[in-house]
């Protein structure tokens, strides 16, 4: 393998990230994998300081440069006699030299950042793919696996696709039998498969293109191996249902799944469903009862079979779903595929699998689609049952779709005019359902009076709603209803 020599630029406004561009430099140059790869790295301080003041001297080692790591964070920096920064001409000169540009947004916090870099911002999501960062080892992380990604792209890697690989020291035995006959009896009925339930083990594979020299490939292990975990620990589905809206032990409840990715998937929605709150209605249009979960089934499983489907299976990190009190998070190991961002998720797109050979035999089966309108599905369901948008994300490299179990999001109840006790108490109203006159008193430490004037408002905003006239068994619960709109009518 011949190692690229690589000369990366990292700009930032100069006072906000210095420590943070050192930090990435360290880890670039000292990582025992990528300073093979990595011949320099240039900082604002490597200029000498009489020629500090020379704009040139910096934008030349753009120029000079393979790789431009841009971290936008709040300030903008200074600006000379245009209005422009020094930061925002050195990403415009990469893009001029037609750089590969890798942008990190740091921090969440949109109402702090100054409005020149989020238009900064803005100009660089419309031309390539960003990154959102919270902390230094969300950048080193999401830093490392974009130049991954890029030697890779290069052929300097040399990476078979995950699934088209053959499976060490695996053979036709490790493949079950059964769970081949499953498939074929379900591809035919699903989507017409042609071969018959009673075909060998090595003609389906064989058929499926999942062979070679007679050693099954990866994906016939994932697909349909008796024991997947033996060659492949992480690929499996860890399902942790949390007590309330933030990731900490101990758990409600946590199940570890570890089968083949049919099963992993089919686990998976059960165990989210059956955690969630359902209601069954009359038998006024059909002869079944219908069911309402809070959260559409579609939804959930089409959030799951993607990560499990598309998911890296270099990675060694496992699929997680994580169950809170207000939202479900589905955390696929890996990142978008080629220039498809979160935003691209919404509208129509291409689809770009990280394993085709994979989603292959899930889409004969019906488990995806090919059309790549999942995303968009996942929006309309959750639209119909009066819920909020799905979010869709890259962090600390993974891929996470979030589901809201109810409308009252983190962005909705920005747009509020609420003080910071009856924020509180929609939260705690969250993970215990309801909530009394008295307990309001007791967890935001206020009077009566003030107890009784806090819900009243929240009550006129149809935040939450009365249950009982008066007396001790009167308690609040949060309503149920669509999005409530802000002062401005919007």
Known sequence: MNAARLRIFISSVQNEFKKERQDVKAFLLGDAFLRHFVSEVF???????????????????VEKSDLYIGIFGYEYGSKDENGISPTEYEFDHATKCKRTRLIYVWGSEETKRSLEMKNLIRKASDELVRRRVENMSALTSE?????????????????????????SHADLSQVSKNRVDWFVETARKERGFPLKTSIQV???????????????????????????QHFYRTAETKCIHCHGTEYLRPFASQQI??????????????????????????????????VRYELPPDAVGEAIVN???????YSNGSVEVRLFADRLEIWNPGLLPGNITPD????????VPNNPLIAESMYLTRYIEKAGSGTQMMIKVCIEANLPEPDFEEREGFFVVTLWRDWLTRDVLTRIDLIDRQRKAIEYLKCNSRIS?????????????????????????????????????????IQKKGLIKDSNGS
Do not use: W
């Open 344 to 351: 691209t998720l919404r509208k129509d797109h291409s689809s």
């Open 143 to 167: 830093v490392y696996a974009s130049i991954i990604d890029y030697l890779n792209n290069l052929g300097m890697l040399r990476l078979p696709p995950f699934d088209a690989a053959i499976c």
């Open 43 to 61: 900082l604002f301080e490597d200029i000498p300081a009489k020629d500090q003041h020379v704009d040139e001297i910096y934008l030349d080692e």
């Open 437 to 477: 006159n008295s307990e309001y008193q007791k967890n935001m430490e206020v009077s009566k009076a003030t107890a009784t004037r806090d819900l009243e408002h929240l009550q006129k905003l149809k935040i939450i709603k009365k249950v009982g006239t008066t007396g001790k068994g009167t308690f609040y619960v």
């Open 202 to 228: 090595k003609s389906l594979l064989i058929h499926l293109n999942l062979i070679e020299n007679d050693k099954p490939l990866n994906a016939a292990i994932i697909l349909f191996g008796k024991n997947p």
């Open 257 to 290: 799944y570890k089968s083949d990715i049919f099963e992993q998937v089919d686990q998976a929605r059960d165990f989210v469903l059956s955690k969630i709150s359902r209601s069954v209605g009359t038998r006024t249009m059909s002869a079944a009862a219908p």
């Open 307 to 313: 990560a499990i489907a598309h998911r890296d299976y």
